[in-house]
């Protein structure tokens, strides 16, 4: 069952926090691609569409009843309070029935917060909207190479999200395996796990992107044909 992502779901201890992670996110993923697909039905946009109506619903109950119950942490309904509120942001951009959703949403989503302060839907509300804010910076007035330098980290970060759980474990095994231990000697490993992590990410980023990928190909079909013609 762990090939499906189930393995929390039937009571089966994950192999890794990662996996427990990937398991949960499949989740939310499946339920937002089985709502695009009703919606599509009725060809128009996602966001002019009944879907930010149900997802504030979803995250509203999320936040108010689900989240407060610790034995459906297993369950994508637990964290749709972050999940449906990102989606909500990023659609209110260009859509004025997803901002009256967010709008309502957020409110609520303070009003349980002020009866009863709890860090996780707070901090959904400040990455979310932090991220709404970053995406309306005039990227164009930027200087070139930043701009450049920040496009190029952002494509990078969903391979470093992706492959970094490797470094993290080989990094902890090497701390285990000489015995370290200190303040500093543990803040130049997280450095150097940092650093590796960005490597890596760059280099799977690099092995899979389409373009490149293109390229190969058209080279190795060169070469087959080359070899082909000289037969």
Known sequence: MRIFFLQDVLGI???????????????????????AHVAHKFERPLSESFAPAIVAIATMASIHVFSREPALDVWAIYYLSAYGLGAL???SRD???????????????L???????????ALALIT????????????????SFIR?????LSDVSYSMFVSHFAVIIIVSGLWEKFDLEGM???????????????AVGVGVQWVCDTSRRQVVARWLNRRAGDRVGST
């Open 13 to 35: 201890p994950s192999m890794s926090a990662g996996a427990w992670y990937v398991a949960i996110d499949m989740q939310l993923f499946g339920l937002f691609v089985m709502l």
């Open 89 to 91: 942001v990023a659609w």
């Open 95 to 109: 859509s004025s029935r997803a901002r009256r959703w967010l709008v309502v949403t957020v409110v609520l989503l």
């Open 111 to 121: 009003l349980d917060w002020f009866s009863d302060p709890r860090a996780r839907p």
């Open 128 to 143: 979310s909207f932090s991220l709404h804010a970053l995406s309306h910076i005039k990227w164009h007035h930027t200087v």
């Open 148 to 152: 450049k330098g920040i496009q190029y």
């Open 184 to 198: 500093a000697v543990a803040w130049l490993f997280v450095a150097l796990a940092w650093l590796a992590a960005l």
